[in-house]
């Protein structure tokens, strides 16, 4: 199994529902092909770079799972096939991302912690 990560941009007209509905699409999708979520992040409603399809703003979220690589395929099949959908990106994560990765999520644990 190889770690990836992925994030993608959905549109900004969708209400919370919709939002949450896309999101538990494509991580069970991920869940259904036999990969591990590792990691899971909402960064929100966020400026983007340039206008897509004329929105100037959009939905972040972020997913770390480990999976073989077939499951990429259909997960980048998905992503295209999905109106909501206005950018994605997956990137296979080498030993050092993943060992960034891993200090990242421990680092963000401790902060839940002291400030619980």
Do not use: C
């Not at 991920?30 to 004329?54: D, F, H, R, S």
């Not at 909501?84 to 060992?99: E, G, L, S």
């Not at 891993?102 to 644990?109: E, H, P, Q, S």
């Amino acid at each position: 199994m190889n770690h990836y990560e992925t994030v993608f941009i959905l549109t900004p007209v969708l209400s919370d529902d919709q939002m949450k509905e896309t999101v538990e699409k494509f991580t069970g999708l991920l869940k259904q092909e036999g990969a591990t979520i590792v990691n899971e992040e909402n960064w929100g409603l966020k400026m983007l770079a340039y206008p897509i399809e004329k929105k100037t703003t959009g939905f972040y979220y972020f997913v770390e799972f480990d999976a073989e690589p077939s499951v990429i395929k259909t997960l980048e099949i998905n992503y295209r096939r999905d109106e909501r959908v206005m950018r994605f990106i997956v990137v296979k994560q080498d030993k050092f991302a993943a060992a960034y990765a891993a200090k990242r999520r421990n680092l963000k644990k401790q902060k839940e912690v002291a400030n619980n």
